[in-house]
Structures are given as C-alpha cells and as structure tokens.
C-alpha cells in the first residue's frame, strides 16, 4: 500500500475552499454568542463531529444512497441551500440569533453549523467523486480518509479558537455579527439554490 500524498492534498485543498473554516467563524459567533462558555466550547466540537459523520456516511455509501433515493445532487443543493436560506432569514430578523427561549434550546452544532453549513452539498459531492476516483485502492481510499479527518480537524482548532472574539465583540458586536452573517448565509444559500437549478438544467 502507497500513500497517495498528492491525492490527499488535492482533496484536502478542495475541501477547505468548499467548506471554508475562516467563514464559518462569524456564523459560529453569531450563534453561540451569548451562551455559556462551556455550551459554546461543546458547539466547537459537535459541529465538526456531526460533518465528519455525515461526510463519512456519505463517503462511504454516499453513491448508493442518492442511487437508491433517485436523488441527484442538483437536489441536495437545492435542499441545503432552502435550509440555510431559513437559518438565514432568522439571522437577518434577530430570530434564532441566540436571543430567545425557542433558539436556547436548539443545538446549532447540528443544524446549521454540522449540516449543511459544513458538510453541505458541494463537500459531501466532491467527497463521493474522489472516493468514485480511489476505485478501491487503499493508499487512495486512507489518503482521502486522512484529508476528511484533516479538515475537520482544522474547523474544530479555528472554532475553538474563535471563542475568545466574543469577549472582544461584546453584545452589540455579536448581534452585528448575527446580521453580517445573516447576508453571508442567504448568499451562500442564493448560489446552492441558482446551482441546484442549473443542474436540473443542463442534465434535464
């Protein structure tokens, strides 16, 4: 067995810019803002937790699953892209933002931070065609392993780490926050929805 080091860096690199760890980081803010230290150091964790699941799900039987589904992955844009677009839309009014009882007891590593926030359509689509790609070799399949672990990795230190701005930001900052990344949120969610029409498109 081989370990394919190109491989691994090529999916490594591919999967931060899909799933975009500095990004993350204002959503992550926004929404454990004002809970408690110890709630916001479990979110840091769950969240990567619960992408690595899904994406390891997804990797391993991820092409079966959509086949037996007779899903496409125009689909499962168009479907993260209308969650987020929610999650969204409660950031930008100041519902869901961490502020009222109802938004207490959701856990945000979940929905929207673990998915589709992390492992969204397009990581868990590029996941399916490099794992397509391995065609069964170890050293390919444990190099596309190893990146997958990487990168969540990588998300957990940036939101662990990025629990120390809240002090700085204050309540104002964080409700701020809450907006800006209310906008990001809904554009991310406009360019999953505009994406998963064009797929149904060009394969229609």
Known sequence: MSFDTTLYLTVLITLFVIMDPPGAIP??????GRKSKEERNRAAWQ????SLTVISVFAIGGQAILNYLHIGIPALQGA????LLIIALSLLTGRGAGGGSEAEDVNVALVPLGT????G???IAAVIVYVSQADGHTGSLVAVALAIVTIHLVFFLVLRFSTVLIRILG???ITLLAR???LLLAAIAVQLIA??????????
Request: hydrophobic content about 50%; charged content about 10%; proline content about 8%.
């Open 27 to 32: 959503v992550f803010l926004s929404l454990v």
């Open 47 to 50: 969240a990567p937790a619960v």
């Open 80 to 83: 993260g892209g209308l969650l």
């Open 116 to 119: 589709p926030l992390m492992a």
């Open 121 to 123: 359509p397009g990581a």
């Open 171 to 173: 309540e104002g900052g």
């Open 180 to 182: 800006i990344a209310g």
């Open 195 to 204: 994406d998963s029409v064009r797929g149904f498109i060009t394969g229609g």
